[in-house]
């Protein structure tokens, strides 16, 4: 049997414990105020800061798709780029080209639903314990690439369109994620399901949080902008990522059965 196949290789994305769940919402929360320094510093545009980051975005994942196993430094490098590309899509459709924040939400709700249905008539499972092969690992990264889209997206409808402020959308969306969790632990919501809706609505929390710290108080922030809030993430990120490196993850109770 091949090396390769899904019931001999390993995983090569990490398990879902809480340092997973911690260092994905301070990824995503350096993803927005990264997103928003980049395009405003550069002085490239929107649109060419995009690409920019796009072609970063593909050289991390070529060296991820290298791996063969879960490494953390490889693994998260390409989450902290894809929150960053994920960001600048939708302000990029927002902004640049004029799209509303209701048809960015739609937009990209269908194309992470058509990406779910494609992973599971291809594979026949959405769990993030098989990703084993290339195959499937592509699904996982269009996936985890449209979730980021789409709660950018989402998340700036809530505090901006509806006019909900920053701390409010993310108290809203970390009820949300609350309630899965809840649900999936005392009511038995399927694991799949419930691992993807909080990874999706985390993308919102943490965007909703790293603009509270960054935006001047004029906005409804607390004016830390976005260098300061982008490095103290970054170095969380970098601690934690050390930290799992070691092999000393704290275990809880899978979120996918």
Known sequence: MSIFAPSAALNRVPDVTVDFWLIKLMAVTMGETAADFLAVNLGLGLTATWLLMAAILIGALALQFRQRRYVPWSYWLA????????????????????????TTTVLFSALLALTFAAWFASERT????????TRREGFYWLAILFTFALGTAAGDLVA?????????????????????????FVLKLDGIWAFWIAYIF???LGASFGDLLSQPAEYGGYGLGTIMTSALFLAAIVAIVIYMSRGRQTRVQPMIG
Request: proline share 2%; glycine share 10%.
């Open 202 to 204: 985390t993308r919102p």
């Open 160 to 184: 901006e369109h509806f006019a909900l402020g920053y701390m409010a959308t993310g108290i809203l969306f970390g009820m949300i994620i609350a309630s899965v969790t809840a649900g999936y």
């Open 79 to 102: 989450v902290v780029l894809i929150s960053i590309v994920g960001t600048l899509v939708t302000d990029n459709l927002v902004d640049n080209f004029g799209v509303s924040l209701v």
């Open 126 to 133: 959405l769990s993030i314990h098989e990703v084993k092969t």
